[in-house]
């Protein structure tokens, strides 16, 4: 059964700083690797999309890496801002891509103005 | 871009009585949603999978005679959480997708059962 595992679970820095957060799963077979955000009470963006065949998409101050071998993931953002305070939550599908997403608990991360 | 409504967006009930969720895709034709449930501080957990015209796919430990999931046409789904209890509180989210698209959610529907 796949596991997601996300590091850290929360994580506060000043704003400005460039950050990582780190992704894990445990069955290395994925169709795709999504990184979604979710602000409080809110459902989910969806930020950045991986295909199995990938290792790396970008999206203005977002960047995401797989490393479909060993498991993981990073989403690296730059130059952070007060507005990328949100649950920050990475999701695989398995298999050939039928199955509905697994999804870590997510990184809650705080921007100190 | 693609979208997905889910509605209501928030409800609170009380013990006992019954609550449906709706999930309508508004541009594509969704031959497949899915429903998942986060509880505070946990990750969105899939419940079930549902393929239009089909019995929906329950996951472990998700019962599926209190969460009825009907999918009948190709753009609308729901989940009705049958005599619902405060444990079934809980943020209730659905995900849609055609035979070639990317998965799109809804804006989830936060329950709250009295």
């Known amino acids: 059964k796949q596991e997601v595992t996300q590091i850290p679970a929360a994580l506060s820095v000043p704003e400005g700083e460039n950050l990582v957060l780190n992704c894990s799963f445990t069955?290395?077979?994925?169709?795709?690797l999504q990184w979604f955000r979710q602000d409080p009470g809110k459902g989910l963006t969806s930020l950045l999309l991986i295909q199995s065949s990938q290792r790396e998409q970008t999206s203005g101050r977002l960047n995401a890496s797989l490393d479909k071998s060993s498991g993981r993931s990073t989403l690296y953002i730059a130059a952070s801002q007060p507005g990328d305070s949100a649950t920050y939550l990475c999701a695989v599908i398995s298999g050939g891509g039928a199955d509905g997403l697994t999804f870590g608990k997510g990184t809650h991360l705080i921007i100190q103005p | 871009g693609a979208v997905v409504s889910q509605h209501p967006s928030r409800v609170i009930c009380k013990s006992g009585t019954s609550v449906k969720i709706e999930c309508r895709s508004l541009?594509?034709?969704?031959?497949?949603m899915f429903w998942y449930r986060q509880f505070p501080k946990q990750s969105l957990m899939l419940m079930a999978t549902?393929?239009?015209?089909?019995?929906?796919?329950?996951e472990q430990g998700v019962e599926k005679d209190k969460f009825l999931i009907n999918h009948a046409s190709l753009t609308l789904s729901t989940l009705t959480v049958t005599s619902a209890h405060p444990e079934d509180s809980s943020f209730y989210i659905c995900?849609?997708?055609?035979?070639?698209?990317?998965?799109?959610f809804g804006n989830g529907t936060r329950l709250t059962v009295t």
């Open positions: 069955d290395s077979a994925i169709y795709n």
């Open positions: 549902s393929n239009e015209g089909s019995k929906a796919t329950y």
């Open positions: 995900s849609a997708r055609d035979v070639n698209s990317p998965l799109h």
């Open positions: 541009d594509f034709q969704a031959t497949t």
